[in-house]
């Protein structure tokens, strides 16, 4: 039997480590939330009221765990919030991030190539709470003054568009600020994945008397169908876990579900960093076992939309072969 070099057992260590790391999380996240599960049951993922309950009062038992009298622990609010936002972002950074990317592959002339990946590079790491000052110094008024009303206007015969008023803070915001927030993370992807496409494909199309657009749509962007699919996701994971941005621009909407592009939000991630301090302030820790298990909400969403991505990249290369 061949003996195991000390090397690799270090590279099989390093390797364990993070799906380790990964599943001691879900652990504590199940194990500490547990009386909360008990507690709140499946009506925690469906109902709206969220409320502490009188803290000033002996917390008394229910479901076999001590609560505060009136205590109510319902999401809905923030499930709706976090994916209201999400899909928002993402429907307007899509298109711009597949635009930016096919320019710096074929748009831009090869010497200002490296130049201008480096600055849609840098616009991802910009920490998260810059971009929320810019939400609340620029983007709120903008949207109070300007977009609500004009959406209003345009389409406000639909209802999710009515409301043109509002103090800017809201739905609308927080979609582009994650949208901002998203872009270069999917433009790099894609162009780097544009960047390994054989010339041979490129020369060929040419050759057929397409555009640079037609190359890039119709013989570029098809073979790196699966890279879109992965960064779209990247993009995704980046605008449910987001949180000090949201936090700042999405007006931390409580016990209110969104009706319009202007109402307030909050989202899972946000609303567990706005209320951990109040929460500690419950003599049972129901309320922070609670916040916990929004996080394990928040984890099991991720883990389902990276399943279903996985089978879509899937279905594409068997497509394919």
Do not use: K
Not at 15 to 34: C, E, H, K, N, R
Not at 132 to 152: D, I, K, S
Not at 273 to 293: F, H, Y
């Amino acid at each position: 039997m061949p003996r195991t070099s000390p090397f690799r057992l270090v590279l099989l260590g390093l390797t364990l480590l993070i799906p380790a790391s990964l599943f001691a999380v879900v652990i504590f996240l199940g194990l500490y939330s547990w009386p909360a599960i008990r507690f709140n049951g499946l009506s925690f993922l469906t109902t709206v009221p969220w409320s502490l309950g009188n803290l000033y009062v002996d917390p008394v038992r229910q479901g076999g765990v001590l609560a505060p009298i009136g205590a109510s622990y319902g999401i809905l609010v923030f499930i709706a919030g976090t994916l209201l936002s999400s899909f928002l972002a993402l429907l307007i950074a899509v298109p711009v991030s597949l635009g930016v990317a096919m320019f710096l592959a074929e748009g831009v002339p090869a010497r200002l190539r490296p130049v201008l990946s480096l600055v849609v590079e840098m616009l991802a790491m910009v920490p998260s709470v810059v971009y929320g000052l810019w939400g609340v110094v620029v983007l709120v008024p903008v949207v109070a003054h300007v977009l609500n009303p004009a959406l209003a206007a345009v389409l406000g015969f639909l209802p999710f568009f009515a409301a043109g008023s509002g103090s800017g803070y809201g739905l609308l915001a927080c979609s582009l600020v994650l949208a901002l927030m998203v872009v270069p993370i999917i433009a790099t992807t894609v162009y780097d994945a544009l960047t390994r496409v054989p010339a041979e494909t490129r020369e060929a199309a040419y050759a057929l008397g397409l555009t640079r657009f037609e190359v890039v749509r119709r013989a570029m962007l098809p073979m790196v169908r699966a890279s879109v699919i992965g960064a779209v996701i990247l993009g995704l994971g980046r605008a449910l876990g987001e949180t000090m941005a949201v936090l700042m621009v999405s007006g931390g909407a409580l016990n209110y579900l969104p009706t319009s592009l202007s109402s307030p939000i909050s989202t899972m991630a946000s609303f567990i960093v706005s209320q951990l301090d109040s929460a500690e302030q419950d003599p049972t820790g129901m309320a922070v076992r609670s916040l916990a298990e929004i996080a394990l909400v928040l984890f099991v969403i991720t883990v389902v939309v990276n399943i279903a991505a996985r089978l879509m990249v899937r279905g594409f290369h068997v497509a394919r072969g």
